[in-house]
């Protein structure tokens, strides 16, 4: 095919293709979010949705396939001790490290995966948190990994093709690249076959496993994806705060993935991102009632979690996905359980 | 070394008393309950509310909490529970959320400070016994302990309506077509359960400290003991929490709590791989 017919495809392909073309346009406008944002204070909070965005994408696409697991929070962990370590101790190249940290996090998910997978959805959660709790105790009492105080002195990432960094903004565009690199791949992983697989066995297992799906491999498969980009984002979390500690792989972590997730409504590949940036404004909204104490903040996020789960199972997506149905007159109406049949 | 018996009994009789209740919430209505550590931690706050700022006697202020933490239970669960009956994870989400919800309820009116409380003046001294000194506050939390397991022991094997409970638990359609009135199982069900634990945490708030985090490791705990012993099975739960309770006493003399945490995890890790369905599980996990 000749340049210019293939370069006139292109063009009449985006002219019909209106949802890429809002994509295209919404992803250069989270470009030039720096050049309207001057305050550091609202890009460290931009920069805090991009990496959760990566967290609870990751959680998501687990839960799709009806693995959920209660410890994003430690594989997150596991690549940002895996980046320090690696990177401080052995002076390593900050990006092979980052990419070390995603294949730690995801061989470490796969070993725990082929281990406790053989239990059916509550009670792999369960054994995940125990198997949170045990990595926790571990960083904080052997030595080598700093115990409560961590390690410092985490470098920036090196210079790569000429691009410095180090200043906030230059971390923006890295995790602004970082979680849309892996929103890409989590919609690619949606319309393939493989999402296909997973939403079926999300779905019933049982039933999923009598066609002839390998409930197994692609259970530990989504697991290892969702944990790779967990240790990604760990990577760029460790540089991003210079020093890392123990207790910034809590529990409270863990329930901001679960609510982000929840609250964004799990069955929408989007719905990670709507959760994030809608709980993130609420959040941020709310410190700015006066004499508002930041400890009730987690009442009324507790809250939101029970009203949402109550009234709306299937979260914001499903509300905002619906829009465009009340301009047409008869919608197809797609429902499914959002969380598959997990009832034993 | 009879030291670490004792000790060891008594910290089984709290997983006890504490992971009976998981066990018998989802063996009922098949919910997980994620917030059960917090209602351990309730039942200390209540023992310290009633004994230390009203000045009641310890075992009345027990009494009171326990029914109290009880009811409230068995209102969360009419209101809140009630839909998730059966739908494991959307559930856990939900009792994560009351997790959330009390630990902050906590932070903000107790403040985050230790608190304690102190068993009556005449459980206040050691008696040596076989070549250790024991506290009577730590026989006094054995033998609390033992009354309340055998009081559901035989709540359940003997009463109606504990018969009705584990026919429920066996089959709810088959009980429902008896007659067993299965909301009012669950709420019963959910009120023993919550009774029991809030005990634990008053006599944990007795020995130990009371903060609003205490319910956390607690909750660890009684999973592991559930792993274990096999979810559903009520003399499982018990032979699991003593393990546990074990391996917890003789770790942290030797080595250390955190090694007690990270043995504990091997142990159920060994469990499920050797049999998935813990010791004495009936269901398949």
């Known amino acids: 095919m000749r340049p210019v017919q293939s370069g006139l495809k292109v063009i009449t392909a985006l002219r019909f293709n209106s949802k890429l073309l809002i994509a295209i346009a919404i992803l250069i406008l989270l470009f030039l979010i720096p050049t309207f944002v001057s305050s550091s204070y609202y890009l460290r909070i931009t920069i805090n949705m991009l990496y959760m965005i990566m967290l609870v994408a990751g959680f998501r696409l687990a839960l799709s396939g009806g693995v959920f697991t209660m410890a994003p929070q430690v594989f997150f962990g596991i690549g940002a001790y895996t980046l320090a370590l690696f990177v401080t101790r ?6 092979l490290s980052a990419l070390l940290a995603g294949v730690f996090a995801a061989a470490s998910a796969a070993i725990i995966g082929r281990i406790l997978l053989r239990l059916k959805g509550i009670f792999f959660a369960i054994s995940t948190l125990a198997f949170a709790f045990v990595l926790l105790l571990i960083w904080r009492t052997f030595p080598f990994f700093g115990r409560f105080s961590g390690i410092f002195d985490i470098p920036a990432p090196n210079t790569i093709f000429g691009l410095e960094f180090g200043s906030l903004v230059s971390y923006f565009y890295l995790a602004l690249v970082l979680a849309v690199i892996t929103m890409l791949v989590m919609y690619r992983i949606e319309k393939s076959r493989f999402g296909f697989m997973l939403r079926c066995i999300g779905l019933n297992a049982d039933l999923a496993r009598s066609s002839g799906v390998n409930v197994m491999l692609y259970s530990i498969a989504a697991f290892y994806i969702g944990c790779f980009f ?14 890392i500690q123990p207790a910034s792989f809590e529990f409270n972590v863990l329930m901001l993935i679960l609510l982000y997730a929840v609250i964004g409504g799990v069955h929408s590949v989007w719905g990670p991102v709507y959760g994030v940036v809608i709980m993130t404004a609420i959040t941020t909204g709310l410190t700015y009632i006066p004499h508002y ?11 939101t979690l029970i009203v949402v789960m109550l009234r709306f199972p299937r979260g914001i997506s499903s509300l905002l996905e619906s829009i465009p149905g009340w301009f047409r007159k008869a919608s197809r109406k797609k429902d499914n359980e959002p969380y598959g049949n997990t009832s034993s | 070394m009879a030291q670490i018996i004792a000790n060891g009994i008594m910290l089984s009789f709290l997983f006890v008393l504490f992971a009976l209740g998981l066990s018998l919430i989802f063996g009922i209505m098949r919910v997980i309950n994620f917030a059960h550590g917090e209602v351990y931690m309730l039942g200390a706050y209540g023992v310290w509310l009633f004994t230390d700022i009203l000045n009641l006697n310890f075992f009345l202020g027990m009494v009171i909490s326990m029914l109290a933490v009880g009811l409230l239970w068995v209102i969360l669960e009419r209101f809140i529970l009630k839909p998730f009956r059966g739908n494991l994870l959307p559930a856990a989400i939900v009792t994560l959320g009351l997790l959330w919800i009390f630990q ?6 107790a403040g985050s400070a230790n608190k304690s409380v102190d068993f009556p003046q005449i459980f206040q001294g050691t008696v040596s016994l076989a070549g250790a000194t024991l506290s009577l506050e730590r026989i006094c939390t054995i033998v ?3 009354i309340l397991t055998v009081a559901l022991l035989l709540f359940l094997s003997k009463a109606k309506a504990g018969r009705a409970m584990r026919a429920a638990t066996q089959n709810p359609d088959a009980a429902r077509l008896m007659g067993v009135n299965i909301d009012l199982m669950s709420s019963l069900a959910i009120g023993i359960s919550c009774a029991l634990a809030a005990a634990g945490g008053v006599l944990a708030g007795g020995l130990f400290y009371i903060n609003p985090y205490m319910g956390g490791p607690q909750l660890l705990m009684g999973f592991v003991i559930i792993i274990i012993g096999g979810l559903g099975s009520i003399p499982g739960t018990i ?14 003399s030797y080595l250390g709590s955190n090694y007690a945490g990270m043995l504990v995890f091997l142990a159920a890790i060994v469990v499920l791989l050797i049999r998935p369905k813990g010791l004495l599980g009936i269901e398949e996990m």
């Open chain 2, 104 to 109: 902050a309820t906590m932070l903000v009116t």
């Open chain 2, 239 to 252: 032979i699991a929490a003593f393990i546990v309770g074990f391996i917890n006493s003789i770790t942290t």
């Open chain 1, 90 to 95: 052995l002076n390593w190249n900050w990006w």
């Open chain 2, 144 to 146: 609390i302990g033992v």
């Open chain 1, 293 to 303: 104490d930041p400890k009730i903040g987690p009442i009324i996020l507790g809250v």
């Open chain 1, 230 to 243: 967990a240790g990604i984002a760990g990577a760029f979390f460790a540089s991003y705060q210079g020093s």
